[in-house]
């Protein structure tokens, strides 16, 4: 049985009817960029978060960049972001003139910690991202208590929760991507800010529209970054089946275990307090990327997304000092492998991807 990395078809199928209904209100209203289905999906997404402004913007990579901005991040600043995460978390600092900071990760959480992010603390810190990677949420809480403005990248981790918050509400500002294969994914790109700061979001709404609020008055230099409206009114659509979505990750998860997965590699492990979404399922092995070959050749789906992690990617060399050293970062480069991972994910697939794992590290 050939299991795919992640399903971005079977999840929402059951909800065909009332996405075509949602899509044929967008062509019968005749607006498509900033009306009423971007303004209603920011009250939803914000109501859901517990926050008091959501500002959709056009991916999640804009959302880190006009965040950082929205926050006062210019020119000479420093932004500490993990090597290990998505090249979009640091790629989206140098638009907005300032010069990322590596830092390492956690090796189990595979999240920043408060001791990862001191490390790089500079009197030019100007702001931290902290990613929720894979699904889990970091532990922002203890960032935040370092006393520097904290820029949550909750990509990955819509519907996770750390204590009593949802990520996307644990940091001065949050930013998400809705990126088809994302735990709440649109048909295409969007993106979007979340923040309790009103000045911030008042901020962040001028930029996404080339600084303006009128079209008339131009009072910064902006970005056009919107969310669409076709695509707010498929999350709108989605959004309400995001937790039973988040529970099935965790059970495919339970699942894995069931199945004695984690007698044969090291197993994600949440960060304490933490109720993970699950993005992707990332397990650890010294072997990783001969285990990635051996599953490929069965039909199940593996990828170690970070290999080359972001201190060795050729365009972030200018930001990194010679001699930089990210223990962790390598480490988990190295041995980090994803198995597949989606809502539905049952025992069935799990006893497969499970035998697969065996067989392949008993073989050789
Ligand atoms: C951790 C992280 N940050 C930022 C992004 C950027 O999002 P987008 O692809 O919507 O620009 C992604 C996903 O692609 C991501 O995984």
Known sequence: MAVPLFDTVSPVAPLRAELDTAIARVLDGGVYILGPEVEAFERELAAYLGVKHVVGVAN???AITLALQALGVGPGDEVVVPAFTFYASAEAIPPTGANPVFCDVDPETMC???ETVRAALTPRTRAVIAVDLFGNAAPIPEVVALGVPVV????QAVGARLGDRMAGALGDVATFSFFPSKNLGCFGDGGAIATDDDALADAARVLRFHGSRDKV???RIGWNSRLDELQAAILRVLLPSLDAWSE?????????AAAGLGELVALPVPTAGAVPAWHLFVVR???AAELEAALADVGIGARGYYRTPLHRQPALAPWVPA???????DE???THLAIPMNPLLDRAAADEVTAAVRTALTAS
């Open 60 to 62: 999640g990579t804009d």
């Open 112 to 114: 920043v910690t408060a």
């Open 285 to 287: 092995h010294e072997r």
């Open 323 to 329: 001699g930089l050293e990210l223990p962790v970062t």
């Open 217 to 219: 008055s131009y009072e």
């Open 248 to 256: 099935g990750r965790r059970t495919a998860a339970a699942h894995y």
């Open 332 to 334: 988990l480069a190295r």
């Open 152 to 155: 949550e990248d909750a990509a």
